[in-house]
């Protein structure tokens, strides 16, 4: 690769910890913080998980909040303000996946609490200062530092309940940043080192956690991955894929992680060829757009948009709606090539 001579990059002040039991250490980062009344946000499908953790934490969590939604939709976050005022809490923990660390963003961002993220999903976006918002039925996001969590906790032992294939779907959203931040316009070379990294801790653990869910060691290393391909997510801009993914999410009501999951392979295949791919295509072995498919179908991930409620006919659509503020892209966007993509995608067909 070579070197890149001229680059700005500009680093998030976060504390990160690897390693469990999490509920010890944000019993320390609280008291750390000076929190007595934190609240706990999660989504209503964790709540009892939510309230262990609660207890489990101690007397510094004072209350859990399990109302956080995918896609972060402004009423929730409305309804959510002024729980968080009516209880007086003076940080925002939130255990959970992107939904539920989302949710807490949106909360600190109106209040400016302190946020310590525990994420429970390899999304990652407990490492950038990113908040995507969803207001009649349009997804939209923000840069703001204030949305960045200040401390993240991962524990591997609360990834080892994800369910298979959320693990799956997961993991492959997690890889969709790296890939698509090896692209980036704004790239650099920490960016693609580190998306090179976490791109190989992902494929390396992801194999081994769908042979033994349980296997921690995979599990450390597939939120080690995860971590990083986070954290590149919140370094540069992203392109076409999660574009696509924002206007399946926000517009169509399509599950996040799938989504990611099922395009990644024709969004990169679209944009194959671009040089920052190339590091990719070698450590593949192949054109990173059919690889990544072929793992895709190893990990017995989700490959049809078909499967997720998404009707034939809502195709034209979605192309328009993608397309009428599209982000940067490597290869310029034409309608035809990406509703052929999309209708690729929608059925279930490798990319071309
Ligand atoms: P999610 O948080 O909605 O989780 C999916 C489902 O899995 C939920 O029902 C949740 O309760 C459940 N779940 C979570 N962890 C679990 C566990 N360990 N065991 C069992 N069930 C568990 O989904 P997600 O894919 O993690 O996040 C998607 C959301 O995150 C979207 O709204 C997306 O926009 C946002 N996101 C934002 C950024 C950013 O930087 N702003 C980055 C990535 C994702």
Redesign the pocket.
Known sequence: MQFQTAFTLQLARMRVRFGGPAAVAVAEELAALGSQRALLV?????QA?ARNFATAVGPRIAEVYAG?????PMEVTAKAFEFVKSVGADCLVAL???????LA?ALALHTDLPQIAI??????????????Q?EAGK?T?ITNPK?QPEVIIYDPT??????IA?TV??GL?AMA?AAEALYARDRNPLTATLAMQGLEALLQSLPQVIENPENLIARGRSQYGAFLC?VV??QVGMSLHHKLC?TL?GSFAL???ET?AILLPHSIAYNGGSEGLDPLDKLLNGPAGCELHRFAKRLRAPLALRDFGLAESDLDRAVGLALENPYWNPRPLDRASLRAMLQRAWHGDPPQ
């Open positions: 999660s989504t209503a499908s964790q998980n956080a939604r995918m896609h972060t959970g996946g992107g939904s539920a660390i989302g963003k994420p429970t999903t390899y999304a990652g976006s407990e490492a950038t200062a990113i908040l995507g969803t997804k996001t949305v609360l990834v080892a309940t994800l369910p959320l779907a997961s959203n940043h986070g997510l919140g924002h999410g599950p996040h992680a990611h």
